[in-house]
C-alpha cells in the first residue's frame, strides 16, 4: 500500500481551476522523498492490484479512477472521502 502524500497542480486548459499534473506517494520502503508521479501512472499500477490511500482526519481513504469533478476530465483520481467539488487529492500540499 502507498499513501499518496503531496500534490503539483497545473492549470486546467480553460484555467478556470487546477488538475494534478503530479502526485507524490510514499511507502514504508522509500519514507523520506514523495516519488512524483502522473496520476495515469498511478491509475496503471491501480489496475495491477496496487493500493493508494491518501490521509484524511487521520484515516486512510482508499484512491480509485475517476474524473474530474469541476469539468470531468479523464482520467483523473478521486478518494471515498470526496465531496461535491472537493477532491481530497487536491487538498494535499502542493509542491
Ligand atoms: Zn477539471
Do not use: W
Amino acid at each position: 500500500m502507498y499513501e499518496i502524500v503531496s500534490i503539483k497542480l497545473a492549470p486546467s486548459d480553460d484555467q478556470s481551476h487546477f488538475h494534478a499534473d503530479l502526485v507524490g506517494y510514499v511507502s514504508k520502503h522509500i519514507p523520506e522523498e514523495p516519488v512524483m508521479v502522473p496520476p495515469e501512472r498511478i491509475i496503471q499500477r491501480m489496475v495491477l492490484g496496487e493500493k493508494f490511500v491518501v490521509t484524511v482526519d487521520g484515516d486512510p481513504v482508499e484512491v480509485s479512477a475517476g474524473k474530474c469533478l469541476k469539468c470531468g476530465l479523464e482520467p483523473y483520481l478521486k478518494t471515498s472521502a470526496d465531496t461535491g467539488d472537493v477532491n481530497r487529492i487536491e487538498q494535499l500540499p502542493s509542491i
